[in-house]
């Protein structure tokens, strides 16, 4: 179920009812003008940043140079501008750092709005069919909302609910068969997983089971047929009758 976590309008929609998708696969774009201005107030906190940088990295420069060549000279009428200049160098140390940080913040606030900006631009989670889309372009989103709804087709499951007490015959890894009468197909399986869980008005325990082969017209939602050997005796009451 693909949604969105902010409101706007959507501006691009990709993809249609029927449509095969892989993952990373664009579906569909919203715009917001409220974080168009956020996106280029933090590009401009970055850009400004730098700048600031760029000129106490200069300004440090040029009193290690100036301080460099005082010292070069006489001491005496020249101590106190040594002392004032030593005095600027670490206040410009002092200022640069602090720039460097407001970079580092301005830097993490515009990739906080960059991830912003991969939920405006949704992409499928999985590769799979789109069977829903309640979107089209000019139509406003909000957050929750069902935009377009993805079928996953390659981890496809055969679910089967079985008496309690046939449990003792089912485990991790049996073997079954799997008669799939829409497409004429028998496809081999096996148990997938025992769900730890029994339906108390008629004690029975769902099984799913995995398919061994792939097939591309396998679709979830598919009526299928499970046929596996389950040692019986004739005194036992559910053979009477028995379903597959």
């Not at 902010?6 to 990373?24: A, L, P, Q």
């Not at 089912?170 to 068969?177: D, E, L, M, Q």
């Amino acid at each position: 179920m693909i949604g969105t976590k902010y409101m706007g309008y959507v501006s691009k929609v990709y993809v249609d009812i029927g449509d095969r998708v892989e993952r990373e696969d664009d579906l569909y774009e919203i715009e917001s003008s409220e974080f168009d201005l956020i996106r280029i107030q933090s590009e401009l906190m970055a850009d400004q940043a730098k700048l600031v940088v760029e000129y106490w990295k200069n300004r440090v420069n040029r009193l290690d140079k100036k301080r460099k060549r005082v010292q070069k000279m006489k001491m005496g009428d020249f101590q106190f501008d040594l002392m004032d200049m030593e005095s600027q160098a670490d206040n410009a140390l002092v200022m640069l750092e602090a720039a460097k940080i407001a970079v580092k913040n301005a830097v993490e606030k515009t990739k906080e709005i960059m991830s912003v900006f991969n939920h405006l631009k949704m992409k499928a989670p999985s590769d799979g069919i789109v069977v829903e889309r309640n979107i089209k372009v000019g139509d406003m989103v909000m957050p929750g909302m069902l935009a377009i709804l993805i079928v996953d087709t390659e981890d496809v499951y055969v679910d089967i609910s079985i008496a309690e007490s046939l449990l003792k015959y089912f485990y991790v890894g049996k073997i079954a068969k799997i008669k799939l009468r829409s497409l004429d197909k028998t496809l081999s399986g096996k148990v997938k997983s025992i769900v730890p869980s029994s339906n108390f008005v008629t004690h029975k325990i769902k099984v799913r089971l995995s398919i061994n082969e792939k097939h591309p017209r396998i679709l979830p939602g598919m009526y299928s047929e499970v046929f596996m050997e389950i040692p019986l005796k004739k005194s036992d009451k559910l053979l009477q009758g028995m379903e597959k």
